[in-house]
Every structure is written in structure tokens, then in C-alpha cells.
């Protein structure tokens, strides 16, 4: 497993992290831990997990299971110190009862409309909860994992400082987030002294998101400019295959993850790499993640989230996939 520099920071995590949003939840306890097991002996650092996850999976649950889980694996293996671990907070909700209703699985709209935010006392209480559950005493990168734009800025920037400042917290990141943000936080934490983001985290794949689509999680072009101008910052890529969509027509077909991607542009890409997977003799999901290992501008680390042991090691595969100059060049260059 290679390496990449987080930011300008000196620290060095793993190319491809290891999401365990799933864990202690839909993906079961054994599968769970030998997926960290294994991820660990292969050479991998990057744990990325938060303290909502994953409430939407059961009825009456109030999220942290797979901070839980992490906590039960950590102690069980020792293994914290080989550990760069990743937590998010300002993500929950409340008022789960009015979200779930009569309907078997909640209404996201209403979720959306009542994250806790990132104010001072939420973020406090919700860092506390996350080193309790894994039974750590720092997180390595805490992210506001909803920007909040109801809770002054400098407010949570003084509080996340204050994190660090205290040794609970050794580097921030920021979630789901516009680039315009992204600039008013550097700068307010330049002008105060306050710790800044090294790591902003986003949805990001192979496919571009379609024209005049509104949506602040998902890299646009303007996002990967600003990005290439602040190499102090790593962009960390979630759901980078899209649920999986590369490798079937038939999955892609209807399914709510290709929405932000139709059209012709997303067409073309998806014949692009079906092509280079089979010359290469890999799956495209495997390809895609291969291609995003390879970005360097801005760099890339993706986060991959498998449910089980066999979609993480079709993962974890893409790692030895060799894509040739030739490779890449055709894949960057395809679109409508």
C-alpha cells in the first residue's frame, strides 16, 4: 500500500482508505473486524467513520455503531498506534421519530432539514461521544461532516481549534462543503491563528456531475480548480464507484446514484472506461478507482466503503491494476 501526504502536514496516510460507515450494522462484527485485519497487515492506515453512522440502517437507533465497532476492534488488537483515524461530527440528527413515521425507511428530506450543526456545544458533545465509543483518546482528522451555515463560522473554527489545542484532535477536515466556503474558512482561521482544514471531503468518481445540477457534496470543475491552486488540502473522494454502478448498465438503470450524472457526457465516459477495464483486464469499478489512485491534481485519496469481504477485496484489488499513459490519457480525455 503506498502513501500520499495529507496536505502539507508531513503526515502520511494510505491511498485508498477503508469507510466503515456499514460496520456494526449492515456489514455483521466477524466480517467487519476481518475486513480491518486485513486492510491493516496489506499496509493500510485510513479508517474513516462517524458518529451518525448508521442511524438509517435500524429503527430506534441513535447512530455510533461503527464507532463501536471500532472501539471493540481497537481494543481487542492493539493496533491504534497504526491507526489514522477519521470521526465526523455535526452529521446527526434529530427528531428520528418524525423522520422514520409510519414508512419503513426515513424521509431524507426531513433528515436533511434537521442535522444537530456545527455549533460549539453539539461539536463538543459530539467529539466526547466519539473518543468514548472507540475507546481512544484523540481522534487523527475530525471533519464537520454537514457544513452548517446556520452557526457563525468563527464560532466553529474556535471550537474545532480548541479540539486541537487540547490534544483530542490532531487535524481537521470539512464535509460536504462549496468551494466558497471552503475560502472564507481559510481565511478566517488565517486571521484568527486558528487551525485550518487539511483534508475536505466530497463526493467524487469518475463521472462529472451533470450541468446546473445543485448540490454542494459533489465535486464540480470550479471545486477541482481550487483545489490544484491549494495543494494544502487533500481531497478525500466518497462513493468513488457509485455504488457500483461502472461495472453493471442493469444497476445503473433507474438507480438514485446515477441521477446527478445523465447525459451524454456521463455516456461517453462510461464506454471509456468499460474499454480500458477490458484491456486491462480488470472490472470498471476497479478501474475507476485505479484512475482516481493515479490523480496528482488535485490528489486524491478514495474511500471505499465495501459491505463485504468480497466487495473488499475487489477493492482492494484495483491497487494492482497498471493503467499505461496511454490508459489514462483516453479516460481523462472522454466526454461528450
Keep these: ?4 501526504e495529507l496536505g502539507r502536514t508531513g503526515e502520511h496516510v494510505s491511498r485508498l482508505a477503508l469507510g466503515c460507515m ?3 450494522t449492515t456489514t455483521d462484527e466477524t466480517t467487519s473486524f476481518a475486513m480491518l485485519d486485513r486492510y491493516l497487515d496489506a499496509g493500510g492506515t ?3 467513520t462517524a458518529d451518525c453512522y448508521a442511524w438509517w440502517s435500524t ?3 441513535n447512530g455510533g455503531e461503527s464507532e463501536e465497532l471500532l472501539g471493540r476492534w481497537l481494543t481487542r488488537t492493539g493496533r491504534r498506534e497504526e491507526v489514522f483515524l477519521a470521526t465526523k461530527g455535526s452529521g ?6 418524525a423522520i422514520w413515521g409510519d414508512a419503513p425507511e426515513p424521509d431524507w428530506t426531513v433528515a436533511r432539514r434537521n442535522y444537530d450543526g456545527a455549533g460549539a456545544g453539539v461539536l463538543r458533545s459530539a467529539l466526547e461521544g466519539s473518543l468514548r465509543r472507540m475507546r481512544t483518546d484523540h481522534v487523527d482528522l475530525y471533519y464537520v461532516h454537514v457544513d452548517d451555515r446556520a452557526t457563525p463560522l468563527e464560532e466553529t473554527l474556535e471550537t474545532l481549534h480548541a479540539f486541537v489545542t487540547e490534544g483530542k484532535v490532531r487535524f481537521l477536515g470539512w464535509s460536504n462543503v462549496r ?6 474558512i481559510r481565511q478566517l482561521a488565517d486571521r484568527h491563528g486558528w487551525t485550518a482544514p487539511v483534508a475536505v471531503q466530497q463526493q467524487h468518481s469518475y463521472l462529472r456531475r451533470r450541468a446546473g445540477l445543485e448540490n454542494g457534496s459533489i465535486v464540480d470543475d470550479e471545486q477541482l480548480d481550487y483545489l490544484r491552486a491549494h495543494d494544502d488540502l487533500t481531497l ?7 455504488k457500483g454502478i461502472y461495472d453493471s448498465a442493469a444497476r445503473r438503470e433507474g438507480h438514485w446514484a446515477m441521477e446527478p450524472y445523465l447525459g451524454p457526457d456521463a455516456d461517453a465516459r462510461l464506454a471509456a472506461v468499460a474499454e480500458v477495464a477490458a484491456e486491462v483486464g480488470c472490472t470498471p469499478n476497479q478501474a475507476v478507482l485505479a484512475w482516481l489512485l493515479h490523480q496528482t491534481s488535485p490528489r486524491v485519496v478514495p474511500l471505499m466503503g465495501p459491505r463485504t469481504l468480497e466487495q473488499y477485496q475487489v477493492g482492494m484489488a484495483a491497487l494492482d491494476v497498471e493503467l499505461s499513459a496511454e490508459a489514462l490519457h483516453r479516460l481523462d480525455a472522454a466526454g461528450a
Excluded: C, N
Excluded at 500500500?1 to 500520499?4: G, I, R, V
Excluded at 468551494?179 to 472564507?184: G, Y
Design 1 to 4: 500500500m503506498k502513501t500520499t
Design 22 to 24: 456499514q460496520m456494526g
Design 46 to 48: 485510513f479508517l474513516d
Design 59 to 61: 429503527r430506534g437507533s
Design 92 to 97: 446527526m440528527v434529530h427528531d428520528l421519530d
Design 179 to 184: 468551494t466558497w466556503r471552503l475560502e472564507r
Design 236 to 242: 478525500v473522494a466518497y462513493s468513488p464507484i457509485t
